[in-house]
């Protein structure tokens, strides 16, 4: 199993700018897909982006496409989610999730991930 921290999160004014790392612990992340799924009170948590293990093959929810951006280092170890044009309703708990596949694709279901970090609180201000 790997370990998976998240860090990077922050209160933040609508329009602003965060970027979230999710760093590997354990073992490298060379042979996993990552996502970041969110879960704002009272809500399902839901994709918001995922990378492929090689990286070439990205995703995001229509909610973030054009505003965050998913990014893996070459040493896969960190992958890092950059929240740009922050809205309020991006406000939540943001997670890191780690799926080993031998498939070059990030899943955008939850349940098909079985590595999480704690999370890290985002909260956009208006």
């Known amino acids: 199993q790997v370990q998976l921290v998240e860090s990077g999160g922050g209160l933040v004014q609508a329009g602003g700018s965060l970027r979230l790392s999710c760093v590997a612990s354990?073992?490298?992340?060379?042979?996993?897909?990552v996502g970041w799924f969110r879960q704002a009170p009272g809500r399902e948590r839901e994709f918001v982006a995922g990378?492929?293990?090689?990286?070439?093959?990205?995703n995001y929810a229509d909610s973030v496409k054009g505003r965050f951006s998913i990014s893996r280092d070459n040493a896969k170890i960190t992958v890092a989610l950059q929240m740009n044009s922050l809205k309020t309703e991006d406000t939540a708990v943001y997670y890191c999730a780690a799926q080993v596949t031998y498939s070059d694709y990030a899943s955008t279901a939850g349940d098909l991930y079985d590595n999480w970090g704690q999370g890290t609180q985002v909260t956009v201000s208006s």
């Open positions: 990378i492929s293990r090689s990286g070439t093959r990205i």
């Open positions: 354990g073992r490298t992340l060379r042979n996993y897909a």
